[in-house]
Nanobody, 125 residues
Framework: VPLQACGGGLVQAGGHLRLSCAAS????????MAWFRQVPGKEREFVAS????????YYADSVKGRFTISRDNAKNTVHLQMNSLKPEDTAIYYC???????????????????WGQGTLVTVSS
């Protein structure tokens, strides 16, 4: 598994968490990266993505202005800074990689080649 996610936990509403995802065994700079989330019984949904260069970022409307995705190609890592967390942000968060050097967003889970194992974020009210 070339992606390893960490950083989830329990936080009160209004708090913050920072998720990290480390890649190995791939040429990281050739991959766009994203975070998705999933609640049991629901489909996996797009949260945020960043292009291979880091110059372009995309966000779901539900997290825009609160979450920030970033990457460090020298360290093969991608991060999701989550601020002003809400109970509805509670989910398992997955990092994902799409083989692409285009400056565009990929919103569908089936477009992604690699997935991390998921990290649980719980926001209490």
């Amino acid at each position: 598994v070339p992606l390893q996610a960490c950083g989830g936990g329990l936080v009160q509403a209004g708090g913050h968490l920072r998720l990290s995802c480390a890649a190995s065994g791939v040429t990281f700079a050739k991959y766009g990266m994203a975070w998705f989330r999933q609640v049991p019984g629901k489909e996996r949904e797009f949260v945020a993505s960043i292009t291979w260069s880091g110059y372009n970022t995309y966000y779901a409307d539900s997290v825009k202005g609160r979450f920030t995705i970033s990457r460090d190609n020298a360290k093969n890592t991608v991060h999701l800074q989550m601020n002003s967390l809400k109970p509805e942000d509670t989910a398992i968060y997955y990092c994902a990689a799409v083989f692409s050097t285009y400056a565009r967003a990929y919103y569908r889970p089936d477009e992604y080649r690699f997935w991390g194992q998921g990290t649980l974020v719980t926001v209490s009210s």
